[in-house]
């Protein structure tokens, strides 16, 4: 493996599976349950890679597949570093590239751009392709012309993970590997559809659907929640490590009406739902390792209000080891950091 490549901050969270019981209620919460491969936590996802093409599997093929050159330029050890930035395997940006050569250079053949293709396909939701790919347009130019990959580990074994980064895009492929989080570690995402200034309705925005949710919650509340609900100065989009129980702002979940929390859990699902059903139900356990939805707090921030509409842009979903920060002003970044306990740190 390389050892080195001048890259990363450091977060170094670790997910552990809960019992079957808790698991299957939290996913029922949601209303997960009945969908296909909802035990799939209880089964081991590296021996169902060796069954199938998942994602994981195809992470292997793709490997198998790299020449010592391509090895040498974007594969690591699991816990590689460097002297300035710490774990490289864990760095979470709104916009970069965990290596140099891009999807579509000719370092990569044909074939192996399409296994890279297809592992991204299979850890988003089918419905969700469509609207990433637009993504992809808007910010880098098309599928694959700004972003590159690592791979962390070796790919077949118990410890490995896949990372695709680019503009507006963090996101993993882990196999479950990566003990005691969601998603295999922090993840981002975002998009400006048009501009980078979207003006107040965002049009065009694969994922400001999501700040409508949790506006819709806002709605819902009376006056007295409203101001327990209002923070007035947005933290740093990017402070996602996990903070001491107390110091969460906004109004606890546990302060909502049945209905109000009803409507939240809508919007958790919603948030949740750009991703495959694996990393779905690995968030919704966290979540309630933690002790579930009324664990969390609910922020909206009333300093970057776009258009002053009160259709509030910048918002955030946060316990004792979640974080779900929304920024939609100017345009929407997501950071998203969950665990199942709150003692790993985020070194941004």
């Known amino acids: 493996m390389n050892s080195n490549h001048d890259l990363s901050d450091s977060i170094k969270p670790q997910f552990q599976h809960q019992n079957r019981r808790a698991f299957l209620a939290s996913a029922g919460a949601l209303g997960l349950a009945g969908m296909t491969g909802a035990t799939d936590l209880l089964a081991s996802p590296i021996a169902e890679a060796r069954k199938q093409n998942t994602p994981e599997s195809l992470v292997k093929n793709l490997y198998d597949s790299l020449s010592d050159n391509q090895r040498q ?5 699991w816990d590689h570093t460097t002297k300035d930035r710490g774990l490289l395997r864990t760095r979470i940006a709104n916009n970069w590239n965990i290596t140099k050569p891009t999807l579509l250079s000719d370092f990569y053949t044909s074939d192996q751009r399409e296994i890279v293709k297809a592992i991204f396909e299979g850890i988003i939701d089918p419905s969700w392709h469509d609207r990433f790919y637009k993504q992809f347009k808007d910010d880098m130019g098309g599928w694959g012309k700004g972003q590159s990959l690592a791979i962390f580990g070796t790919p077949g074994s118990d410890r490995f993970e896949f990372v695709l980064t680019g503009r507006h895009s ?7 590997t990566q003990k005691h989080v969601a998603f295999g570690g922090p993840i981002f995402y975002g998009h400006a559809a048009g501009s980078d200034d979207e003006g107040t309705d965002h049009p065009g925005n694969v994922f400001w659907e999501q700040a409508i949710a949790a506006n819709g ?5 009376d006056g007295k929640q409203r101001k327990m609900a209002e923070v007035a100065e ?8 996990f903070r001491p129980t107390g110091s969460f702002q906004g109004i606890p979940v ?5 209905d109000q929390r009803q409507e939240l859990q809508k919007v958790l699902a919603k948030l949740v739902e750009p991703f495959r059903t694996v990393d779905r139900q690995e968030a919704i356990a966290c979540l309630e390792a933690q002790g579930g939805l009324d664990k969390l707090h609910l922020a909206f921030y009333t300093d970057e209000d776009s258009g002053g509409d009160k259709t509030w842009d910048n918002w955030r979903l946060e316990g004792p ?3 779900w920060h929304f920024r939609g002003y100017p345009h929407v970044h997501v950071w998203v950091n969950i665990a199942d306990n709150p003692s790993v740190p985020l070194n941004a």
């Open 234 to 241: 947005s933290p740093s989009e990017s402070a996602v490590g």
């Open 254 to 258: 546990s302060e909502l009406s049945k």
């Open 321 to 323: 080891s979640f974080v």
């Open 73 to 77: 330029a974007v594969c690591f050890d």
């Open 170 to 176: 963090t996101l993993r492929c882990d196999g479950n």
């Open 217 to 221: 919650v806002y709605q819902m509340l």
